[in-house]
């Protein structure tokens, strides 16, 4: 499955990698190897618990060479700088609190620090909106006006 992210976010996802295959592979061999040092593997916790940290790291290795495989990057040259697409940053009014977004593909989202994904329910409706157009938005506490002050 094709997954979009920004040129940053690809960068994450290949130094996550990096990390994951050298570092932290080399830390759980090490477990590993001091855990099975003490004999007996079968009632031995500390090398069940390495195991399991392994297998752990495995499936992100594994999660994350499947995301850069089918990652397409969003490039911003030539695009419309007053439509929203991903890698836009947003500056939105939403009911008098103004706020900034980054709008990222899925895997890059993260709220807290005011990246939102495409695909969210508010990512969705900002998609190829302009600068200046006010969207009524559904929230669990009724409809909400969103006005784009402006697309960077």
Request: proline share 2%.
């Amino acid at each position: 499955m094709k997954q979009y992210v920004t040129k940053t976010g690809l960068e994450k996802l290949n130094k996550e990698l990096k990390f994951l295959e050298t570092v932290e592979r080399k830390n759980v061999s090490d477990k590993l190897e001091k855990a099975a040092a003490f004999g007996d593997l079968s009632d031995n916790a500390q090398y069940q618990e390495a195991r399991i940290e392994k297998g752990f790291l495995e499936g992100r290795i594994k999660q994350l060479r499947n995301m850069i495989a089918t990652a397409i990057v969003v490039e911003d040259e030539g695009r419309d700088k007053d439509v929203i697409h991903i890698g836009s940053n947003v500056y939105l009014d939403i009911q008098g609190d103004k706020q900034k977004f980054k709008i990222v593909g899925a895997n890059e989202a993260d709220p807290l620090k005011g990246k939102i994904s495409y695909q969210s329910p508010l990512g969705k409706i900002l998609m190829k909106k302009r600068k200046g157009q006010s969207i009524n938005f559904e929230t669990p506490k009724g409809k909400t006006i969103v006005k784009i002050l402006n697309v960077e």
